[in-house]
């Protein structure tokens, strides 16, 4: 699991990546948003992705990349997903993480769970994994000092562990399933 795959916006991409222009589309600012898919060039061995740009005229900047490994595992099929926004109309930013992990070895039915070479089972579903961050509030120069910051990692506030789903559910973009 240890691979190292190279960007399709990385120098010298062109030479490794073949990119098409799927599609342009204009927001609501006028600006031409490209969609662009990429995969690696024919004949080429390197660990290579797979994915969408959409890249903004506004500076020309990612405004969503999703990727996933050309050549699959079988194991381990993975895909991610990052959408950004321009902040305070100067920075794009990223401003939301979306990755969804499917575990082919590990299968299961409603009795059991069994480990597998990644093959299909079709008595059997894989495990799946969906991770979603958000960030929000996002402030490009604050004004910190380093006096500002403790040791302390993380904390909780007195109570917390009490809170219902309710007030839980205010701060959630997607709701628990």
Known sequence: MDKKYLSPISKGSTKKYFFIIEDTMYNEAADTIFIISYR??????????????????????IQNVSA???EQTGAFNINI??????????QWFP??????????????????AMMTNGEVNENYLPLIG?????????????DYKRRDFT???IEV???????????WNTYRK????
């Open 40 to 61: 690696p060039l024919k004949g080429k061995n390197f660990e290579g992705l797979q994915g969408v740009l959409h890249i903004n005229s506004n500076g020309y900047a």
């Open 68 to 70: 996933k490994p050309y």
């Open 81 to 90: 997903q990052q959408k950004y926004e321009l902040i305070d109309s100067v």
């Open 95 to 112: 401003v939301q993480l979306n990755t969804d992990l499917v575990m082919n070895m590990l299968q299961v039915s409603e009795d059991e």
């Open 130 to 142: 969906v991770g979603k961050s958000y960030l929000s509030d996002i402030s490009l120069n604050p």
């Open 151 to 153: 040791q302390i990692d």
């Open 157 to 167: 506030s007195d109570g917390a562990e009490k809170k219902d789903s309710v007030f």
């Open 174 to 177: 997607d709701p628990l399933s």
